[in-house]
């Protein structure tokens, strides 16, 4: 960066922060406001950027406490989201391995890139890019899904939705281990008191599992993944009532190696021959400083990650027959770097007018790095800001309406490739009493393309940097009910997506080529939620939808993920006893290659069973089954099929002092 953006760049930064922290204006601030609530129920702040009841928002919202990740025995951020109602869980094998860049990921109302990660309400994405399997569930107070369009509130890539991790500001004193099947390892640590924690998590799975089968010319291979291995550390401290450090490092490694499976009659290459082999590794920083009062929410952040892929493929060339080929090394890294900061200054204009307003400034790096198949290193660089507003009005006791608009621009981005976006929202909330409301809401999203869209991310990968900024509108009508330990939902939606932002296989070639196309979706979600009917906690939900895109290079509609997917969960609560069941069904689904049409492909039924014994306080035994009907479902929804990990137990000890 040269000494001019520097200026400009922090002149921006400094503009923002005095018009959220210190402009001010006359508020008449009532008594309701001042003094904290008794009773607020589920509170969801993600939403509206503001403390609410969850049936009062105006947004499809799912909250998901550190009580129930715990019930359900979930190891990561991932796991705690892979049967959330209307989501479709992505990855590539046991542990949530990760492929490099290829990560796991969560799907909302299935639009591929358009789940904006937030941690703390701080964005914690890569090029668009997020493992939440690597960050460890100890570390969570909740996640708080908005689904549906939240660009106003947040920027690009909050499209489909927003997950935010919230974390615990404090810790138990705990250390825990854990052994099971195909060398499965835990280890974790918690200290600290009400203000600072201290913590660390090893996640291991050893053995090799078959986790994919691929068609070749000669036949087919068969993918095993081994070693794979996360560990996470952490410290938070809250230095007073309003400011708050986080600093996290996340580190995941796996091991893929390709066999040949099947071999056609006449082959040079023999069945059980090594075809290639990779070996992924990332290494992630998270730095953040938050702070917040009455009336101002600020938070600063440093995000730094590191990508690397690399191994050794030894291939006989089939289609000669008599010559042996040694296909080059293959290597690959890169690292990321986004820091910024949010802003965001609340008013209470009358005891029925509420007004947000907002800016938000990120810089962002993105370094192809120098490796022995990398020809040349390259670095690029933009600046994103943002400016944001809402405005709240209670028109009556029953009816609220909110209006949000929001300015995004980058610039500095080299060949000049920069953008800009105005978005606007809207919702209307009808309180047929206090627990039982309707609202609408219509609202604008866009997602700016990527430095790797744009320029490249690897060999395979053809840049284009022509790619517009995807555009889109999701409208939604809902009902939410609380009635005792009942809780009610329904969600009707429809999407609209111009130029949405996508990677096209070009097998003549062997590449990748980002492409522009049109995505839609119409569907609706309903879920049941019964709690605190001991000793039994129920959930089930249904999600009927249709996602499709259409690309210039198919030029008609074609079908995305699963048309109808159902979930369900039952918690068993009774004296020292805890025993937690839960599913996610997804049927008349589709595997979706880039550029050849979709095929049906059998619906996948993720399960998980842990139950948790403890005899006293100090003491806790857990047991974890993955996979319990043993099933072999494809978990991957693009062409590549990748295989849930068969029926795995995991065995924890926990001791509390």
């Given at each position: 960066m ?6 400009k760049?922090?002149?921006?930064v400094a503009?923002?922060?005095t018009?959220?922290?210190y402009?001010s204006?006359p ?6 406001e001042?003094?904290v ?7 969801v702040?993600t939403a509206t950027?503001s403390?609410?009841?969850?049936v009062?928002v105006p ?15 979930a190891?990561?951020?991932g796991?705690?989201?892979?049967k959330?109602?209307?989501i479709?869980y ?5 542990n949530g391995a990760?492929?490099g860049?290829?990560?796991?990921s ?8 358009g789940?904006?990660?937030?941690v703390n309400g701080?964005p ?8 939440l ?8 107070e909740?996640?708080?899904v908005?689904?549906?369009s939240?660009s106003v509130?947040?920027g690009?890539?909050a499209m489909?939705g927003?997950?935010?991790?919230i974390t615990k ?12 099947s195909s060398g499965?390892h ?7 008191d ?9 996640n291991?799975?050893?053995h ?15 993918t ?7 560990q996470s ?5 809250q230095l007073?009532?309003h400011l708050?450090?986080?600093y ?10 390709r066999?040949?499976d099947a ?5 040079t290459i023999?069945?059980?021959d090594l ?11 998270i730095t ?7 009336k ?10 590191t ?19 040694k296909?080059?090394?293959?290597n690959t890294?890169e ?11 609340r008013w209470?204009?009358?005891p029925k ?6 800016s938000?400034?990120?810089r962002?790096q993105?370094?192809k790095?120098?490796?022995y ?6 670095q690029y660089?933009?600046n994103?800001?943002?400016l ?9 006791e ?6 949000g ?7 500095g981005a080299?060949m000049?490739?920069?953008y800009h976006n ?12 206090k627990?039982?409301?309707?609202y609408v809401?219509v609202?604008q999203?866009?997602i ?14 053809v840049?284009n940097?022509?790619?517009k900024?995807?555009?889109?509108v999701?409208?939604e009508?809902?009902w939410k009910q ?5 809780k009610?939902k329904?969600?009707l ?7 949405n932002?996508s990677?096209a ?5 062997n ?15 309903l879920?049941w939620d019964i709690k605190?009917?001991?000793p039994?906690?129920?959930h ?10 259409k690309?210039?290079?198919k030029?008609?509609?074609d079908?995305k993920y699963?048309r109808v997917?159902l979930?369900?969960g039952?918690t068993?609560k009774?004296?020292k006893?805890v025993?937690?069941l ?12 880039s550029?050849?049409?979709s095929?049906?492909?059998k619906p ?5 069973w ?8 100090a003491n ?11 099933r072999?479902d494809?978990i991957s929804?693009s062409?590549s099929?990748?295989?849930d990990a068969p029926?795995?137990y995991?065995f924890n000890?926990?001791?509390?002092f």
């Amino acid at each position: 960066m040269n000494k001019k953006m520097k200026q400009k760049l922090v002149a921006s930064v400094a503009t923002g922060l005095t018009a959220a922290m210190y402009w001010s204006v006359p508020a008449d601030v009532s008594a309701a406001e001042q003094k904290v609530t008794e009773d607020l129920g589920e509170v969801v702040v993600t939403a509206t950027r503001s403390q609410k009841k969850d049936v009062d928002v105006p947004a499809a919202t799912e909250i998901i406490t550190a009580e129930e990740i715990k019930d359900s025995g979930a190891q990561t951020a991932g796991e705690a989201l892979s049967k959330v109602d209307g989501i479709a869980y992505g990855a590539f094998g046991p542990n949530g391995a990760a492929m490099g860049t290829m990560d796991n990921s969560v799907n909302i109302r299935g639009i591929d890139n358009g789940t904006l990660v937030l941690v703390n309400g701080n964005p914690i994405s890569w090029r668009g890019k997020y493992d939440l399997s690597a960050i460890p569930a100890d570390s969570i107070e909740r996640i708080e899904v908005v689904k549906g369009s939240g660009s106003v509130l947040y920027g690009s890539e909050a499209m489909a939705g927003v997950v935010n991790i919230i974390t615990k500001k404090g810790a138990a004193n705990t250390v825990t281990a854990g052994i099971g099947s195909s060398g499965q390892h835990h280890y974790a640590a918690n200290v600290g008191d009400d203000r600072l924690a201290v913590s660390y998590n090893f996640n291991e799975w050893r053995h090799g599992v078959d986790v994919s089968k691929t068609a070749t010319k000669f036949g087919s291979t068969r993918t095993t993944l081994t070693d794979v291995q996360k560990q996470s550390a952490g410290i938070s401290y809250q230095l007073d009532d309003h400011l708050s450090l986080l600093y996290n490092y996340l580190e995941t490694e796996s091991k893929f190696s390709r066999y040949a499976d099947a071999v056609k009659a006449g082959s040079t290459i023999a069945q059980g021959d090594l075809f290639n082999n990779r070996k992924y590794t990332t290494q992630r920083h998270i730095t953040q400083l938050n702070y917040k009062d009455k009336k101002v929410k600020a938070g600063v952040y440093f995000n730094t990650g590191t990508v690397e892929s690399k191994g050794v493929t030894n291939f006989k060339d089939t289609a000669k027959g008599d010559k042996e080929t040694k296909a080059p090394r293959y290597n690959t890294r890169e690292k990321n770097i986004t820091y910024g900061a949010d802003v965001q200054r609340r008013w209470t204009l009358s005891p029925k007018t509420k007004w947000i307003l907002g800016s938000s400034v990120q810089r962002e790096q993105y370094d192809k790095l120098l490796t022995y198949t990398t020809k040349s290193a390259a670095q690029y660089a933009r600046n994103n800001f943002g400016l944001f507003s809402q405005l709240e009005q209670a028109f009556d006791e029953k009816n609220t309406g909110i209006v949000g608009v929001r300015e995004t621009w980058t610039n500095g981005a080299w060949m000049d490739k920069n953008y800009h976006n105005f978005s606007a929202s809207g919702q209307w909330l009808h309180k047929m009493d206090k627990a039982n409301n309707l609202y609408v809401n219509v609202s604008q999203s866009f997602i700016m393309p990527t430095f790797a869209q744009m320029y490249g991310s690897s060999e395979k990968a053809v840049p284009n940097y022509n790619l517009k900024p995807q555009k889109g509108v999701n409208y939604e009508l809902g009902w939410k009910q609380n009635h005792g330990a009942h809780k009610w939902k329904a969600a009707l939606f429809h999407m609209d997506i111009k130029d949405n932002i996508s990677a096209a296989w070009k097998s003549a070639k062997n590449e990748y080529e980002y492409t522009n196309e049109d995505f839609r979706n119409t569907g609706v979600e309903l879920g049941w939620d019964i709690k605190d009917a001991k000793p039994f906690s129920y959930h089930w939900g249904i999600t009927v939808q249709n996602p499709e895109s259409k690309s210039s290079k198919k030029g008609y509609w074609d079908r995305k993920y699963g048309r109808v997917q159902l979930t369900s969960g039952i918690t068993y609560k009774k004296d020292k006893w805890v025993s937690n069941l839960k599913a996610s069904y997804l049927c008349k689904r589709v595997q979706a290659p880039s550029s050849d049409h979709s095929f049906d492909t059998k619906p996948y039924l993720l399960t998980t069973w842990n139950t948790t014994y403890a005899p006293d306080k100090a003491n806790e035994l857990s047991l974890m089954i993955r996979n319990v009907l043993n099933r072999q479902d494809i978990i991957s929804h693009s062409a590549s099929a990748y295989y849930d990990a068969p029926t795995s137990y995991l065995f924890n000890y926990t001791y509390k002092f």
